[in-house]
Every structure is written in structure tokens, then in C-alpha cells.
């Protein structure tokens, strides 16, 4: 095993429900779904059974106004029910009687709050490249690479590095470039290593804490999603212009080359990892 420079997970997130924000964690179990409740819910589309998502901010716009969080600890095999936030603060949980109704009135549309993707599942994602043509907005598959069933985009899990970040806001100073605007499950602290540096990650495999493995596949393209607001975080379209079209590295599953940030992994070996805890390279 080697480990060229010290690295150790910075943070832990979780997002109950798809395209809502989540919450931030300090331990969980990794199975080899992922992260123990990680996407568990999300809302589809009554009228087109698409999932709904944040990439296509223009059918839904301010999506990342919404928050989750559960109501318990998640267990295998058993996930609780989520408290959801909306947009005006009112609390709810996913559990309600009139979950539905409630969520159809706030996002303006007629949804249902599942727990399982419809088969052969996809969401909508806007180009801001196309907007006005034809091919603005496109259908995209999820799952590509996780469960059937699933509400993941492509891979179980989403890997991001300080040393990226750091990259990122060197190469566009004027933005605000935290964690969150990337919606990782694992944050790793990268100490005094400089660039894109799990773009050499990937076909390699990471061991976390003391035994969970995970193999690196593919780095993780970028969308419209990451120049959205989030909280006090403002939008601003130079986030994926000025920063991250810089690196452009070949994707496998897409077989391009692609605007990424971070990386997909899937799980090896499952087990119980926490903040603090070291990560390298086998």
C-alpha cells in the first residue's frame, strides 16, 4: 500500500432526498450501496415520471432552497423518515398523510415522494450552452452504474479532495468554492498536495479508515448544478466557466472527455469510516 502524502476524510455528507440539500455527518456506515441512506428519496414527476432534479433548474428553480434531513439515524435495511424544510421554513415530514400535496404546491408542479425510481428512470438536465435551441434540455438516465432502483446520477458514491477546491479557487479567485456547491459524500484532505489530484485515482483503489475499500472509476462530470445558490452561497455561472471547464479529463463511462470535479467510486469492501479517518491509496 503507499501513501505518498498524508490525507484523511475532512467531511461526511448525506442527502436524504435527491437534489435537496442534505446534512453533514461525522460517521457513517458505507455499504455497498453506499453511504447508509444517501439518496433514499426523491421526488418524480407526476405528468412525465421523470425524477426531478436540480439539474434542470429551469422546471424546478430553487430546489436547493429545500432541505433533508432524517428523523433517526438510518439502519440497514430500515430508513426513517425525513423532516423536510421548504423554502418558506415550514417543516415537514415525509411520512405525512399530505406529503404530496404539500411538496406539489411548493415546487408548483404534481409530484410523488418515492422511495424507489420508476424503471428505466431519468431526470431532465439543462445546458445553459443550448438555452433557446432545441437540445437546451435533455433526458439523461440514472442509475448508470448503481442499483436499479436507485436515485443515484451514475455511481453509489462522490469523492472530492481539498487540493481540488484549492485548485479551483486559484483558477477563479472571484467565486465562492466550498464542499457543498459539489454535493460530495466524501470529503478527503489532500495536505499540501496541489491540483486536480484524484484525477489520477481513478482504476485505483482507496483504502478508508481500516476497512473499507473503494475503487476510483471514473471522474465526476459537472453541470449547471454547481453554479446554483445554495444557502449563502450565491449563483455564479464563472464557477463551472472559469474553473472547472479547466480540467477536462477523459471520462470512461461517457467515453469523452468532460468538465469534471471529483471522482465516482464503488464500494469494495463495506464498513463503518468517520471524520479523522486516513485514507491512501493501495
Request: a neutral charge; charged letters at 25%; glycine letters at 8%.
Amino acid at each position: 500500500m503507499s501513501q505518498p502524502s498524508s490525507a484523511s476524510i475532512a467531511a461526511l455528507w448525506r442527502y436524504p432526498i435527491k437534489s435537496m440539500m442534505g446534512e453533514e455527518i461525522n460517521a457513517t456506515q458505507i455499504t455497498k450501496e453506499g453511504v447508509l441512506g444517501d439518496r433514499a428519496y426523491a421526488l418524480v414527476d407526476n405528468e412525465t415520471d421523470k425524477v426531478v432534479s436540480a439539474k434542470n433548474p429551469k422546471k424546478w428553480p430553487d430546489f436547493f432552497r429545500f432541505r433533508a434531513a432524517y428523523t433517526a439515524p438510518p439502519k440497514a435495511g430500515s430508513v426513517p423518515a425525513a423532516w423536510i424544510t421548504l423554502p418558506d421554513g415550514e417543516l415537514i415530514r415525509s411520512d405525512q398523510a399530505d406529503v404530496n400535496d404539500i411538496l406539489s404546491k411548493a415546487v408548483s408542479r404534481a409530484v410523488t415522494l418515492r422511495n424507489k425510481a420508476p424503471e428505466a428512470s431519468s431526470l431532465e438536465q439543462y445546458w445553459p450552452e443550448y438555452d433557446g435551441e432545441d437540445r437546451e434540455v435533455t433526458s439523461e438516465g440514472i442509475s448508470g452504474d448503481a442499483p436499479a432502483g436507485s436515485f443515484f446520477d451514475y455511481a453509489t458514491l462522490h469523492i472530492l479532495t481539498t487540493s481540488s477546491i484549492d485548485q479551483l479557487r486559484g483558477l477563479y479567485p472571484a467565486g465562492r468554492f466550498e464542499a457543498r456547491r459539489f454535493r460530495p459524500n466524501i470529503v478527503v484532505n489532500t495536505e499540501g498536495q496541489q491540483g486536480f489530484v484524484e484525477n489520477d485515482w481513478v482504476g485505483k483503489t482507496l483504502r478508508v479508515g481500516d476497512s473499507v475499500r473503494l475503487l476510483v472509476t471514473d471522474p465526476c462530470p459537472r453541470c449547471v448544478m454547481t453554479t446554483l445558490p445554495q444557502g449563502d452561497l450565491p449563483k455564479d455561472p464563472g464557477i463551472f466557466r472559469k474553473a472547472i471547464a479547466k480540467n477536462n479529463v477523459f471520462v470512461p463511462f461517457a467515453n469523452k472527455a468532460l468538465p469534471s470535479a471529483g471522482v465516482y467510486a464503488k464500494v469494495l469492501s463495506p464498513g463503518t469510516i468517520r471524520r479523522g479517518d486516513p485514507v491512501s491509496i493501495e
